[in-house]
């Protein structure tokens, strides 16, 4: 056991061979697509950010650029209308710091608006007129540099959504496990289409934060688990371990992938907002991981204990014949009425309110996961067109969501769908509780 800790505390840089990049690349990255719709999931490091109005303040701003907003309601910042679960709740409790940064890239100008950062990840907002939402300043993996010097171990996502003609509301994370000052001026820099870009935006640390040493380590066969640290901030509550598997190890190949749940002591399943890992061959053949996994914050009121549920989920390989995906449907009626999930358990709607073309459904899940249950839900019409949904569900008490869906005609009934998903593989001698209070 101590051999493979030492290890594990070691800063390992080395580049990795091909193969081991590729299967690391593909393991524990990240938590499942929101509103997938395969059997088997699919991961991605980048949160999707939905956008709405917003008002920016910017002494820089050009003047082209403020005419084309006049027509945009002034109705909040653009972290409050554009942010996540957690984004949110920072800029609620006032822990943004203004940017106000105009930078021209290409036939694109982009105004930086606000930053955020309370202990866990970087936030940051800005607009982005372009003619194309997809056509993003991240066309790439931008340099980020903290005070000059290069940010090594990082995962960024970006997305938004169309606010005007030739208008986008955008948001930027940037999560990381290494240690970063209070205070700090964050440069983000990179090549876009052949122009030359770079922006100095500055970033305080505001908000409290808790911090959980653990250091409590677990092994199983040739593979060993360390969690090193549980902290909870208003943006996220974070989970950080190390992995250590055999380079041939079945967790990264075959398309076998290594997860967590996160589950407080009420039964509350937490929903994952993004995730950062880096990784290493060791000179004895074995790979290193370090991760870094945000999930949904607690605010002032911290759980009395948190339970971590490592498992594997198969994602199937190309060219692999896989189970079809069972979908399933029903048309609302009026009253409530459940759908099933198959082996991960039921959700059942319970009302639906229609005003103009905004669509709020309220529902409850039951089962084994229900982060995992909550954003497998989507309304199509009798065309079986999918429509606009806000980024994230909103949780109204325990186990009871609201999902709001946009732009529905009115004359269309509504048909509700989920898909049947098989349950988790638990590794339960992987498996900790941690007493919170």
């Known amino acids: 056991m101590e051999k493979w800790e030492q290890q594990l505390d070691q800063e390992v840089n080395g580049n990795l061979p091909k193969v081991v990049e590729q299967q690391i690349e593909e393991t524990l990255n990240t938590l499942p697509n929101k509103k997938a719709s395969r059997k088997k999931w699919m991961y991605s490091v980048a949160a999707a950010v939905v956008a709405a109005s ?7 701003m050009s003047t082209t650029i403020a005419d084309s907003l006049q027509s945009v309601p002034v109705i909040g910042s653009v972290m409050e209308k554009v942010g996540g679960l957690g984004e949110k709740n920072g800029q609620q409790k006032g822990l943004t710091v203004s940017a106000g940064e105009e930078v021209d890239i290409g ?68 999560r990381t496990s290494e ?18 870009w770079q922006v100095n935006l500055p970033v305080e640390k505001k908000g409290a934060e808790t911090v959980i040493p653990l250091n409590k380590s677990f092994s199983n066969e040739d593979h060993h688990l360390r969690y090193s640290t549980l902290s909870f901030t208003s943006t996220s509550t974070r989970v950080q371990f190390q992995l250590i598997t055999p380079e041939d190890s079945k967790l990264i190949q075959n ?12 039964g509350r399943v937490l929903r994952g907002i993004g995730a950062s890992s880096s990784s290493a061959l060791l000179h004895d053949g074995t790979v ?6 945000d999930l949904e914050p607690y605010g002032e009121d911290l759980p009395e204990s948190i339970t971590i549920k490592p498992y594997l989920m198969k994602i199937p390989l190309e060219n692999e014949d896989v189970e079809p995906v069972v979908f ?42 229900e982060a995992m249950q909550a954003s497998t839900f989507w309304i199509e019409d009798s065309e079986n067109n999918r429509y606009k949904e806000d980024r994230v569900e909103r949780r109204v008490e325990g186990n009871t ?7 529905f005609p009115a004359e269309e009934d509504i048909y509700l769908h989920s898909t049947e998903m098989d349950s988790h593989h638990y590794i339960s001698n992987f498996e900790v509780t941690i007493d919170i209070q």
Do not use: C
């Open 288 to 293: 290193q991981g370090q991760y870094t996994i």
């Open 54 to 60: 917003i008002v920016v303040s910017s002494s820089s």
């Open 401 to 407: 969501f609201k999902q709001t869906f946009y732009d």
């Open 107 to 174: 036939d694109q100008t982009i105004i930086f608006t606000e930053t955020l950062y309370d202990g866990n990840s970087i936030y940051i907002s800005y607009l982005n007129t372009s003619t194309d939402l997809y056509k993003q300043i991240l066309s790439g993996v931008p340099i980020v540099m903290i005070d000059g010097e290069p940010l090594r171990n990082y995962g960024i996502g970006a997305g938004g959504q169309k606010l005007k003609e030739g208008v986008y509301g955008e948001t930027m994370s940037i």
């Open 179 to 196: 240690e970063l000052p209070d205070e700090f001026l964050l440069t983000l820099g990179g090549e876009t289409n052949g122009s030359q």
């Open 328 to 369: 399933t449907t029903k048309k609302w009626k009026g009253e409530p009425i459940t759908l099933s999930q198959g082996e991960m358990g039921n959700l059942t709607v319970q009302s639906v309110e229609r005003i103009e073309g905004d669509v709020t459904i309220t529902y409850s899940v039951d089962g084994e996961d």
């Open 255 to 266: 398309g076998q992938h290594f997860d967590i749940q996160v589950e407080d002591g009420n």
